[in-house]
C-alpha cells in the first residue's frame, strides 16, 4: 500500500503538515467520480419502445477512515445505452443482475434527461452519482441468444425463436433448409403458384399426378 492508499484511510484531522494537505486533495479527488462497474438491481422499459432507465449498485465497496467496509446504495433512474441512428436500432435492453459500466458526466444532466433537449445544469454538482449513463455487457455469463461474427460467417443463434418481421424479405444467395419450410399462404416459383399451377398434358380420369421426380 503507497502513501496514497495510507491517506485514504485516515481523516484530514488524523494527518500532518504536507501529508495532511494531501489527504485534503485525496479526500477531494475521491469525491469525483468517473466510471465503475456496477450491478443492475431493476430495469424500467417505457411501454412505447422508447430507451428506458436502469437502478444500479456500484460494485467497488467504499472503505471508511476506520477501514470498514461500506456497500454502496441503489442509484435510480439511470439512462441506459442503445445502439441507435435515427430510426435505426439495435434492441437490447439490459437485464436484472448484469453487470455494466456507469459512467458519471462532470455537469447535472437531469434536465436534459427529462426534456431531451440542450439546457443548462439545475444544480452546481459535478461528476456526482446521480448523473450517470449505464453501459452494459461486461464480466457477465455466457448467452443463449447471439449473434456472433466469425471470420467466414455471421451465426445468428436462437434456441426460441428468430422473426423476420417485414413486409418483404429479399435473399440475394442460395438458401439451404435443414428443417421443414413451411407456408401459410402460396409459393410462388419463376411466377408459378405451388397452390394453383397446372400439368400439361394429363389424360383427364381419377388417378392424381406422380410425385415430383
Known amino acids: 500500500m503507497d502513501l496514497n492508499e495510507d491517506l485514504m484511510l485516515f481523516s484530514v484531522d488524523q494527518c500532518k503538515g ?11 479527488v475521491g469525491k469525483i467520480q468517473t466510471v465503475t462497474l ?10 412505447d419502445g422508447m430507451m428506458g432507465t436502469v ?26 445505452f442503445r445502439l441507435q441512428g435515427g430510426k435505426n436500432a439495435i434492441v ?17 444532466i437531469s434536465a436534459i434527461k427529462r426534456t431531451k433537449q440542450p439546457a443548462a445544469p439545475n444544480t452546481k454538482r459535478q461528476f456526482d452519482w446521480s448523473d450517470g449513463l449505464y453501459m452494459g455487457g461486461y464480466l457477465n455469463g455466457k ?19 428468430i422473426i423476420l418481421d417485414s413486409p418483404e424479405v429479399e435473399v440475394t444467395g442460395g438458401l439451404t433448409a435443414k428443417g421443414i419450410i413451411k407456408s401459410l399462404t402460396d ?13 400439361k398434358g394429363v389424360t383427364k380420369g381419377g388417378d392424381n399426378t406422380g410425385e415430383s421426380i
Open 55 to 80: 437502478s444500479v449498485q456500484p460494485m467497488v465497496a467504499q472503505v471508511s477512515g476506520a477501514k470498514t467496509i461500506i456497500e454502496h446504495g441503489e442509484i435510480s433512474n439511470i439512462p441506459y
Open 18 to 28: 504536507a501529508e495532511q494537505e494531501l489527504s485534503i486533495i485525496m479526500n477531494l
Open 187 to 199: 409459393v410462388m416459383a419463376k411466377a408459378i403458384s405451388v397452390i394453383k399451377h397446372v400439368h
Open 143 to 161: 448467452p443463449e441468444q447471439y449473434i456472433q461474427f466469425l471470420a467466414d460467417a455471421i451465426k445468428i443463434h436462437s434456441p426460441y425463436k
Open 92 to 108: 437490447l435492453d439490459p437485464e436484472k443482475d448484469d453487470i455494466g459500466m456507469c459512467g458519471f458526466c462532470s455537469r447535472d
Open 38 to 47: 456496477v450491478k443492475v438491481i431493476s430495469v424500467q422499459i417505457p411501454e
